[in-house]
């Protein structure tokens, strides 16, 4: 794909004899081809949060059926590198999962993710479809690098009642605090928002 466009426009070059300005007959079929691009890369983004949405929810299930909700304590935080790996060799993102109101301090939200948070919370706060609701850019770093960044929101389900709820059993309760003495991220309730998917990916020109 990168080879491609380097051929093309080494190919305009040379035909425009030392001129670099794109003939226009050029420029449109450029902008059709990174439309088609964006479009891929933001399918793919949802794609990757819905199915990763899809396997927390049924592996905590399975693993809470198995072992009680304490032995299901950290797959709510293995689970995330786990699949973070599987995201990033299929699809070259990075995917990370933060929130408002944290459990672990080290899923905080940068400047970017705490205002699209926010944006989430007014807009499930108005009743929009919660899965509809979703947002990408792109961002250019201080550096000059050009991000894809998308975020998902990740709704409290049933099953994250018994760990992120406002009714933990004291055994449960305590587990939490041993791990996470600055915990926050209780008292959610059914169909709030718990936080989001945050997905980066690195455009290469
Ligand atoms: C068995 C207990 C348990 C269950 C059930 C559970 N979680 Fe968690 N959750 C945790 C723990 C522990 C962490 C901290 C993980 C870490 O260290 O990154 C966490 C962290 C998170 C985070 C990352 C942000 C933060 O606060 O650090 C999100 C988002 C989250 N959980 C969503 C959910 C959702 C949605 C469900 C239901 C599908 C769910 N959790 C069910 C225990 C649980």
Same mark, same amino acid.
């Given at each position: 794909? &990168? ?19 794109? #003939?226009?007959?050029?420029? !449109? ?5 990174? $439309?088609?691009? $964006? ?5 793919? $983004? ?34 995330? !590198?786990?699949?973070? +790996? ?11 999962? +933060?929130?408002? &109101?944290? &459990?672990?301090?080290?899923?905080? !939200?940068?400047?970017?993710?705490? %205002?699209?948070?926010?944006?989430f919370q ?8 919660a899965s ?12 000059? /690098? ?22 933990? %059993? !004291? ?9 996470? #003495?600055? /915990? ?11 936080? $989001? ?9």
């Amino acid at each position: 794909m &990168r080879t491609g466009l380097r051929v093309l426009l080494v190919a305009v070059a040379i035909a425009g004899s030392a001129s670099f300005v794109l #003939p226009a007959i050029v420029l !449109p079929a450029l902008a059709q081809k990174s $439309a088609v691009d $964006a479009a891929k890369r933001l399918q793919k $983004a949802r794609e990757t949060t819905v199915s990763l949405a899809e396997r927390l929810r049924s592996e905590l299930a399975a693993a809470i059926k198995n072992g009680g909700v304490v032995g299901a304590m950290g797959l709510c935080q293995t689970i995330s !590198p786990d699949l973070v +790996t599987s995201a990033a060799d299929e699809f070259g993102f990075e995917v990370g999962r +933060t929130a408002l &109101r944290l &459990r672990n301090p080290e899923n905080a !939200p940068d400047e970017w993710e705490r %205002k699209v948070l926010l944006q989430f919370q007014a807009q499930i706060g108005a009743a929009s479809d919660a899965s509809k609701v979703e947002f990408s850019e792109i961002v250019t770093t201080a550096e000059g /690098d050009r991000l894809f960044r998308y975020m998902k929101p990740i709704m409290t389900g049933d099953t994250c009642l018994s760990c992120h709820g406002s009714d933990l %059993k !004291p055994d449960v309760k305590s587990e939490i605090t041993r791990y996470y #003495p600055e /915990d926050k991220a209780t008292g959610f309730k059914l169909g709030e928002l718990r936080g $989001a998917f945050s997905l980066v990916q690195l455009i290469e020109e």
